[in-house]
């Protein structure tokens, strides 16, 4: 058994997660990844492939993985193949989202930069542009906290780990200095990993901003209500079937805390002149 840390957490892990750098514990783990061979497919997963049960969460991937989140924060994964090699891929997505969001957490699709001790977001769907959007603000300056998780718990965000996942252009075209990289397999867009360098992270912020990126043909920022910012925090959240009232509850809680954005980015123009331009809106407010 493997051990780690992240959010504070212990995460105890039959398989090696290379994002995460190991650790030696005695403690009980707060997070238990165990791998099981046996499981009946046909029987859970006809149409969807986010399925809720009273006391789990089940998600198959596009690999055919399924992933069992169980109410005491184990992961149990269920290969379709004998070779294990890269369901490591797949679990720092969407199954550990569902595991932190059992431990207390508010979990919210998005990325996440930070001036100081306060934090800018940037929630929206996959392919939105979050993470090449905090990549940028990197380049200008900014520290990065996360991509893909925004991890909130007591009016903090928190650092889930130090990577992101973008193109080796990408990185090379921005001139970010990284620590480290490792290819994906089974990435859908042809992105690897890329680890930002220490200096240029932080670990836990106060989140201030929220920005909901939408395509557009001009560039603009316009402050939207709390009410029309819960329909984009509603659509990222992840959020449980059997705990309604508690996530509306988690997610009003993150609202109170954020002054929200739509921002329209200019889908002809290029990364860094829709990264400018957001760059000063967030800078105009937090620094």
Same mark, same amino acid.
Request: hydrophobic share 35%.
């Given at each position: ?29 707060? =997070? &238990? ?12 997963? %006809? ?6 049960? @009273? ?11 399924? !992933?069992?989140?169980?109410? *005491?924060?184990?992961?149990? =994964?269920?290969?379709?193949?004998? /070779?294990?090699?890269?369901?490591? @891929?797949?679990?720092?997505? =969407? ?52 991509? *893909?998780?925004?991890?909130?718990? #007591?009016?903090?965000?928190? &650092? !889930? ?15 970010? *200095? ?8 089974? #990435? ?10 220490? @200096? *240029? ?10 920005? +909901? ?14 009410? &029309? ?6 659509? $990222? +959240?992840?959020?449980?079937? $059997? %705990?309604?009232?508690? /996530? ?27 990264? @400018?331009?957001?760059?000063?809106? =967030? ?5």
């Amino acid at each position: 058994m493997l051990f780690y840390r992240a959010c504070n957490l212990t995460i105890a892990s039959q398989i090696k997660i290379p994002i995460f750098s190991e650790k030696t514990s005695t403690e009980e783990p707060d =997070i &238990q990844i165990i791998v099981n061979e046996k499981f009946d497919r046909q029987s859970l997963f %006809q149409k969807d492939k986010l399925i809720f049960t @009273e006391n789990s969460v089940y998600y198959e991937n596009q690999a055919g993985i399924i !992933f069992n989140i169980t109410e *005491d924060s184990k992961i149990i =994964i269920y290969p379709n193949e004998n /070779d294990i090699n890269g369901i490591w @891929e797949s679990l720092i997505g =969407i199954p550990f989202g569902y595991a932190l969001s059992k431990k207390g957490f508010s979990v919210v699709h998005g990325s996440s930069v930070s001036v100081g001790n306060d934090a800018a977001c940037i929630f929206g769907y996959s392919g939105q542009g979050k993470s090449t959007l905090a990549l940028s603000l990197v380049n200008r300056g900014f520290n990065f906290i996360t991509e *893909d998780l925004c991890i909130f718990q #007591d009016k903090k965000i928190y &650092q !889930f780990n130090s990577w992101i996942k973008t193109t080796k252009q990408l990185i090379k075209d921005l001139s970010i *200095d990284i620590e480290g990289e490792i290819q994906l397999f089974k #990435d859908s867009r042809g992105r690897d990993l890329f680890k930002i360098q220490k @200096e *240029d992270c932080s670990e836990k912020c106060t989140p201030k901003i929220a920005y +909901f990126p939408v395509e557009g043909e001009k560039k603009s920022i316009k402050k939207i209500t709390k009410s &029309q910012a819960f329909e984009f925090i509603f659509t $990222n +959240f992840y959020r449980f079937d $059997n %705990q309604k009232e508690l /996530d509306l509850y988690k997610m009003t809680n993150i609202l109170e805390s954020l002054d929200c954005y739509l921002y329209e980015r200019d889908i002809n123009a290029p990364v860094q002149e829709n990264s @400018e331009y957001l760059s000063s809106h =967030i800078k105009n407010l937090l620094c």
